[in-house]
Nanobody
Framework: QVQLVESGGGLVPAGGSLTLSCAAS????????MGWFRQGPGKEREFVAG????????EYADSVKGRFTISKDNAGKMVYLQMDTLRPEDTAVYYC???????????????????WGQGTQVTVSS
């Protein structure tokens, strides 16, 4: 099990950028598939981006493709979500998630992940 703590959220105008960080404690992330999810007001938690344990494979939700970039520091314990050209509809609590994995895979379903952070609020003003 790995403990995850997100940071970097905040208030940003539409069109702006933010970088979210996810710090893992207890283990390095070279054996973890990682992902970012978000939950907007009154909505279900949804997949945003995922990255394989090696960092070589990524997937994105259609709504963020071309605007968000997920990356992973395998030598350490960090995962990042670079968010550009933010829109008001990106407003949500963003969660980091992890799953111990011996295979190289990108996980996109909430149920596939075992470890979750507490979330960080991102608010995009119009």
């Amino acid at each position: 099990q790995v403990q995850l703590v997100e940071s970097g959220g905040g208030l940003v105008p539409a069109g702006g950028s933010l970088t979210l960080s996810c710090a893992a404690s207890g283990r390095t992330l070279n054996l973890y598939a990682m992902g970012w999810f978000r939950q907007g007001p009154g909505k279900e938690r949804e997949f945003v981006a995922g990255i394989s344990r090696t960092g070589g494979d990524t997937e994105y939700a259609d709504s963020v493709k071309g605007r968000f970039t997920i990356s992973k520091d395998n030598a350490g314990k960090m995962v990042y979500l670079q968010m550009d050209t933010l829109r008001p509809e990106d407003t949500a609590v963003y969660y980091c998630a992890g799953k111990f994995s011996l295979v190289i895979e990108v996980l996109t379903a909430r149920a596939q992940y075992e470890d979750w952070g507490q979330g960080t609020q991102v608010t995009v003003s119009s």
